[in-house]
């Protein structure tokens, strides 16, 4: 079943039509002159087509969008084509040239001669999947029911079920050039599966208003359950209750999103965590104690980065850490007041969760005395082990912290070092040995160096504060480097150390 889902304003165009006549046409007494139907000629045209703004919120098209930050821009690709309505046809043009630019000139045929009351309307639609979009010769446009259902979730699955059309027409005759708005808008998405869900399932994740799927993505669930989506929505208001559910296998969660309406801009893209789970958005998966009480905590799936005038965030993986001092771009060396009551928001996370620094005690449990009940290369309540984790591709030192009832084994491409000591970083993973790992609650806190004025030992040394102050001028943290750990020290608040949070469990 197909659905009309906008009627596309036609925009009217003078075109400049001239007509010559030889005057060397010869003509016998007898001959009758040719009768030429003005519909049947096939006139060349060539349109640069612009998307000349590149913010979030103008006209981004369906063609490759790339990411920036908060930015999504896009750009035109080889294989893109156009649509042209004209006196009552509907003509395809092929891209000539402007491919990876944000303007892009298209050439071919139309039907008819143009006429000053002639009408022109430019489209893009899936060229993957033409029969997604049918394009009519009123200038109106109908979706298969399909197209938003059989989305992938990618940014790049996103910009192929987009539909633009021509707002502003300049030039005449040939050679036109055409300013394009977009019919839809986008949602990202940062989620975390239910419990019960495991990385490398198949899931579904659903935008339903008042009960009817508008639009949904089939993908693959990521390490630690976690997943950014993108689901392209055609723009429009919604009423009723707008819901958001979660599929894989038997599991089916739902989050409301409104109880009373929605309104999908065109053209703008909108961002929501959802957590399905019980792990917050922006936690590891496993579980860790830090007391003789039994209270566990999440961590944070990155170090506590900072940048002027954007904020707070985790850094995108466990291993990251920036190398710089200046906060004008990501900075994740923080001093002991920051991070000691930390209440900011921050921007890739669940501000519920309750994210704090571990104090002094509660760091030594974790290393010292937590009972694990894990196994790991022979030594029982596995709890750490230092470790170069990604030694295939870009190998970074650090520390591996074992959750609570680790299960996970030896997973392809992690080498066992030693457990529970110092050990020069003899544990050794490969990418996917610590995709695997992460999967199954492990923590990797990265050495990110220190900020004493200057940076130092970035590489090479991981120092991260905790809660706990000694006296005015010092606090306590914890240490690692070649030698081993460096449990417990007190360092001058003022210093710039890495800092990773956690949560309640």
Partial sequence: MKKNIFQMLLLLMTVALTAACSSESETTENASPAVINPDEVLTPIRITA??????????????????????????WQADDKIKVVYNGNVSTLDLESGAGTASATFTGTISGTPSATSMLICYVSDQNNTSAVTINTDGSYTYTDGTFLAQDGTLAGAAKC?????????????????????????????IFAPDGVSAGDEATLTYKSNGTAISKATFTVGAGGKNTIYLTIPAGQYTG???????????????????????????????????????????????????????????????????????????????????????????????????????????????????????????????????TNATVNSTSNARYTEASINTDATAVKGVILIPDGYSGGTPTGVTWGTINAGSNFSTSC??????????????????????TGELKDVGTV????????????????????????????????????????????
């Fill in 430 to 451: 490969t990418s996917a040995g610590w995709a695997a790992l992460e999967a199954a609650g492990c923590v990797f806190l990265p050495c990110a160096g220190f900020n």
């Fill in 241 to 371: 209750e707008q819901a958001l559910v979660y599929n894989s296998g038997e599991t089916e969660d739902s989050e409301t999103l409104s109880a009373t309406k929605a309104n999908f801009v065109a053209g703008e893209t909108y961002s929501r965590d959802a957590d399905y789970g019980s792990i917050p958005v922006g936690a590891v998966s496993g579980k860790y104690t830090i007391n003789g009480s039994g209270n566990q905590v999440f961590f944070a799936n990155g170090n506590l980065q900072y940048k002027n005038d954007t904020g707070w965030r985790f850094a995108e993986h466990q291993w990251d850490y920036t190398n710089n001092s200046n906060p004008e771009n990501w900075i994740d060396h923080i001093d002991w007041s920051t991070c000691i009551s930390f209440s900011s928001t921050i921007i890739n996370a669940s501000n519920a969760a309750g994210w704090r620094t571990l104090s002094n005690a509660e760091w030594l449990y974790v290393f010292n005395s937590r009972e």
């Fill in 462 to 505: 991981g120092i991260y504060w905790s809660s706990t102050q000694y006296d005015w001028e010092f606090a306590y943290r914890i240490g690692f480097y070649i030698n081993g750990l460096d449990l417990p020290k007190t360092n001058d608040k003022g210093f710039a150390f890495s800092v990773r949070l956690t949560c309640p469990a």
């Fill in 50 to 75: 612009n998307y000349a703004d590149d913010d979030i919120r103008s006209n981004a098209t369906r063609v490759a969008y790339s990411e920036d930050g908060s930015d999504i821009s896009a750009t």
């Fill in 162 to 190: 987009n539909l633009y059309y021509g707002a502003t027409f300049y030039g005449t005759g040939e050679d036109i050039s055409c300013d394009f708005a977009v019919n839809t808008s986008m949602m990202k998405f940062t």
